[in-house]
C-alpha cells in the first residue's frame, strides 16, 4: 500500500455531540497526571538512592526504573496533542519525555502517527514489534530495553543524513527541525556520560539510560500486548487492536493506553477520557481481556499455533449487531 493510500477505518457508533466532548483537552488533568508521575518517580529515586549498600538496593532501583520507563507513554500521549490543551506544554514535555525515554522526538512522532494510519499493516507499519512467524526468542528481546538501538538514526540525522525511509515518514519542512532535536538529543546524553566521569560516579547513567533496560519488564510486556498476533491488513482496529483491564496503579502509569482500540479508533480523545468512551461503546467492541495474565494466555497460545502455521493469526468475536 502507499503511503497516500491511507485506509479507511471501522468506526464505532457514538453520537457526534458526546465525542465532541470526549474530545475536549484539558491542561489541569495533564499537570496534576504529570506532577504526580514525577512525584512517585522522584521519589522512588530517593529511596532508591538511600537504599545503596544495602540488600534492598536491587528491588528499589527496579522499581524506580519500571516506573522510569512509563516515560515512553507519556511521550506517546504527547505525540497525539493530547495531554494538555495548551501546544507549548505538549511540545515541552513531549521532547522530555522522548529524551529520557532514548528517543527523538520529530522522527518517532511521525513514524507513529504512520503506526496510527496503517496498524498492523504488514508493509507500511513502522512500528510492528515481530513480523510473523512471532517466535518466543524473537519476543523475549522485547522485554528487556527500550530505546536500545536509537542512538544510531539518531547521530545520523544529527549529521543531516536522512535515509529514504526517514525522508518518506518525516515532511520535508521538519527536516530541520528534527536535525537540531537529533543534536540537542545527543548533547544531553553526552552530559549524561560526562557526569559519571566528573562526579567519578555510574549513578547518573544508572538513573537515566540503564534504567531504560533494568526497569523495561513491564512497560514493554504492557506494549506487546497491544496487537502482536493479532489479524494483519485489516481496518477493523477491534481485529488487531486488544483492550485489557488494568489495575489503577498501572493503568495511571500507562495513562489508560489499556483502552487501546478506543485510542486507535478516536486518537483525538484524550487520555483521560478513554474510560468514559469505553463504557459508551464497549458492547460495540470484542471482550475487554481480564487482566495482563488472560492477555498473556490468548497471546503464548497463538504464538504456538504459528510455529505450526505461519499464516495464522488470533481473530476476536465481534459483537453480532455490529458485524
Known sequence: MKATDKPRWYKCDVPKEELKQLMRKSDIAGIIHTALYLTLLIGLGT??????????????????????????????????????????????WCWISSFFNGVEMVHNRYGHLQHHNFTYYEEDDPEIEIQRTITLWKMLPKFI??????????????????????RSIVPKNEWNKMIWSSRWWLLGHSLIIASCFIFNSWLP?????????????????????????MEVNVRDHRLCTRDVYLNPLTRFLYWNMNYHIEHHMFPAVPFHALPKLHEKIKTQLP????????????????????????????????PEKTL
Open 47 to 92: 529511596a532508591a538512592y538511600f537504599s545503596i549498600g544495602t540488600v534492598w538496593m536491587i528491588p528499589a532501583f527496579f522499581i524506580y526504573g519500571t516506573v522510569y520507563c512509563f516515560w515512553n507513554h507519556m511521550m506517546h500521549e504527547t505525540f497525539h496533542g493530547t495531554p494538555f490543551k495548551n501546544k507549548k506544554l505538549n511540545g515541552f
Open 145 to 166: 530495553a527500550v530505546g536500545l538501538f536509537n542512538p544510531i538514526p539518531i547521530a545520523r540525522h544529527a549529521l543531516g543524513i536522512l535515509d529514504k525511509e526517514t
Open 205 to 229: 547513567a544508572v538513573y537515566t539510560i540503564f534504567a531504560r533496560f533494568y526497569g523495561a519488564p513491564l512497560g514493554r510486556s504492557l506494549d506487546l500486548i497491544q496487537h502482536i498476533g
Open 287 to 318: 471482550e475487554t481481556y481480564s487482566s495482563w495474565l488472560a492477555a498473556y494466555r490468548e497471546i503464548i497460545s497463538t504464538v504456538l499455533k504459528q510455529q505450526k502455521d505461519p499464516t495464522y493469526c488470533f481473530t476476536p468475536k465481534l
